[in-house]
């Protein structure tokens, strides 16, 4: 299977799935407990059904959006994501390179494996920094600061992972970082034999947004340990309230999903929210963002920008989610599969084939511009 031969988001999964150890595989693909939230996040979208216009004169359609102040060619962005180095030894920077090609927003998380500073030097399109809460605030301070000398337009703090969800995937493969796999999860990395040898024959993996506060070394602390132990599980409204005064400038909660802790935030000052269940890798029975959006938009709609992301693997997707009032949709796994496929090729294929359905949806739906989607053009079953 080559990458031309990838056509959606099955295509790139079943390609990263022959070119990744299983451990790996399995860390973006599962979820939390029984991967009940993580399948329901995708099928929410099968419940609701496109009502198309005709005879509207879509000859040029407009896709792109303003989304807390930052305009973007199309109106999917790339969430930030963790520990990117392993999927592909470009990480990313081939992500971001991708995003920068198509004009949209790109995440570096706080768990990143490659810095700030070095993306914000190589390209200039909206840059987002996904921030864990610690429990040393001169390191949130600190990290908040750097964000700031940067550059990075839009902070989103991530208020669903006080702590690490249950994630049995892993915990069979032994999937942490450092490694410390079982023997079967040994098995899965040396029937891959090209995946080691492009991890290794590269520059070291690194966490540089941490590297200089937190040491992850072998033996030192793991992933899981950072969740567990470093962030502060007493996070609350007063203390978001003040990073939102100290960043003085677009700031977003990642991970709210009702309509009572969206009013809070708008209320303490946030320019937007993010609808999201972590791609069902935290709280396994939580409702779907996609399901919760309407009330939301409802709720908060005409005072900070709605966003959403889980689930999203057709531009049909991003149409419906539009529809019911988000100002833009987040992807994750969907350019996670393309980059560990093919690095920025297989990205630039999946954001190419995505912007070809959200263009050829409009046009079908007989909507020249992302502002004539409304409620009329949706009815659930």
């Not at 996040?41 to 792109?64: H, K, M, Q, T, Y």
């Not at 840059?127 to 949130?140: E, I, K, M, V």
């Not at 935290?282 to 920008?305: C, K, M, P, Y």
């Not at 959200?358 to 409304?374: A, F, H, W, Y």
Request: glycine share 10%.
């Amino acid at each position: 299977m080559r990458l031309s031969d990838c056509h959606n988001f099955h295509d790139f999964r079943e390609l990263a799935r022959r070119r990744l150890p299983g451990p790996i595989f399995d860390y973006i693909d599962g979820a939390a407990d029984d991967e009940i939230t993580h399948r329901r996040n995708a099928e929410s979208f099968e419940r609701c059904d496109l009502v198309p216009s005709v005879l509207r004169g879509v000859e040029n359609v407009d896709i792109s959006v303003t989304v807390m102040g930052q305009k973007l060619a199309l109106p999917v962005y790339c969430s930030p994501t963790a520990l990117q180095r392993l999927f592909h030894h470009r990480g990313e920077r081939a992500v971001a390179a991708a995003a920068a090609k198509f004009g949209t927003m790109f995440g570096v998380s706080s768990l990143g494996t490659v810095s700030l500073e070095e993306v914000r030097r190589a390209h200039a399109n909206p840059q987002a920094y996904q921030f864990y809460f610690h429990r040393d605030r001169g390191l949130n301070r600190a990290m908040l600061e750097r964000a700031r000398e940067v550059g990075v337009e839009v902070m989103m703090l991530t208020v669903d992972s006080i702590t690490g969800g249950n994630r049995e995937r892993d915990l069979r493969t032994g999937f942490t970082i450092p490694f410390r796999l079982t023997p079967g999860g040994m098995f899965q990395f040396a029937i891959k034999p090209m995946w080691a040898l492009n991890h290794f024959t590269h520059e070291r993996f690194r966490l540089p947004q941490l590297e200089e506060h937190v040491d992850m070394r072998a033996g030192s602390m793991s992933i899981g340990r950072y969740f567990t132990e470093m962030l502060d599980q007493s996070l609350g409204w007063k203390d978001v309230e003040e990073m939102v005064r100290l960043w003085n400038g677009p700031f977003c909660l990642k991970g709210v999903m009702s309509a009572a802790d969206a009013t809070r935030a708008a209320g303490i000052g946030c320019t937007g929210i993010i609808l999201s269940n972590h791609g069902g890798r935290q709280l396994d029975g939580s409702r779907t963002a996609f399901d919760q959006l309407a009330e939301v938009v409802d709720a908060v709609g005409e005072r900070i920008d709605v966003m959403m992301d889980g689930g999203v693997r057709r531009g049909t997707h991003v149409l419906k989610a539009l529809s019911l009032g988000a100002r833009a949709v987040g992807v994750g796994r969907y350019y996670l599969f393309p980059l560990a496929a093919a690095g920025q090729a297989g990205v630039e294929r999946a954001l190419g084939l995505m912007r070809s359905e959200i263009e050829r949806g409009m046009k079908l739906m007989g909507c020249t511009s992302v502002g004539q989607l409304t409620r009329a053009n949706l009815r659930f079953r």
